[in-house]
Structures are given as C-alpha cells and as structure tokens.
C-alpha cells in the first residue's frame, strides 16, 4: 500500500484532537511527517511523545512534494494564505492543502462517538 504522508498545521483543539484520533488509527497508509505548532499544546505534547517533529512552515514547505496532504487546522486565512502563497512559490503543485471541512470528513469515517472540535472561525477553502 502506498503511504501518505501528511501534517498538521495548527494543533489547538481542533488539531490536537484530530492528531490523536490519527495515531490512535492503524495508518498503514499514512505517515505523519510533521506538524508546526508555535504554542505548547497538548498537541504539541502528544506528537513529540510520538516521535513526530514540530517545525516551521518554511521547514515543512522545503518537504516539497515529499509531503501529500497538508492540514491547515489553524482556523486562520492569513495562515491558509500564507501556505498556499509558499507552495506556489515553492513550485510545489504536488501537496493538497485540506482544510478544516476535510479533516471533519476524514473524522467522521474513523472516530466513532465524539464530534471534532472546532476552531475559533470558518475560513473555507
């Protein structure tokens, strides 16, 4: 099987919960290679005890297309803006940018019971 790899950008509650949710799955389809976080969070906590490194953006979009899928969780346009803009600046047509709608999906076909939380706004796509 081919493995995804993939991060987190933003591990507030919304980021924390989904990447315990993940490591709480088998993922032998997915590979978590990073995530950035400037807060200490729980999440931050969480991934570090797994061994998963918290770096800069400009760190994670030197992934280039080494990295799948890019979750923004930080609830920020500014912060969506800014990833886009350095993908594209990077050349990097590779890495989706999926948004918090995305991880709601993704949520509900492998948690069971508890509603992921949200962040503080609805940016969109």
């Known amino acids: 099987?081919?493995?995804?790899?993939?991060?987190?950008?933003?591990?507030g509650?919304?980021?924390?919960?989904?990447?315990?949710?993940l490591l709480g799955q088998p993922n032998e389809g997915v590979k978590i290679v990073a995530v950035v976080e400037k807060n200490n969070s729980?999440?931050?906590?969480?991934?570090k005890a797994h061994g998963i490194r918290n770096i800069s953006l400009d760190e994670l979009i030197g992934i280039g297309d080494d990295l799948d899928i890019l979750f923004d969780l930080t609830g920020?346009?500014?912060?969506?803006?800014?990833i886009r803009d350095k993908l594209q600046a990077a050349g990097n047509h590779h890495?989706?940018?999926?948004?918090?709608n995305i991880a709601r999906m993704v949520w509900a076909l492998i948690a069971s019971g508890a509603e992921l939380p949200r962040t503080t706004a609805n940016v969109g796509y």
């Open 42 to 47: 729980p999440g931050l906590a969480l991934a």
């Open 95 to 100: 890495t989706i940018v999926a948004t918090e």
């Open 13 to 21: 509650k919304m980021g924390s919960a989904f990447l315990e949710e």
């Open 76 to 82: 920020v346009t500014t912060v969506r803006q800014e």
């Open 1 to 11: 099987m081919e493995k995804q790899s993939i991060a987190i950008v933003g591990l």
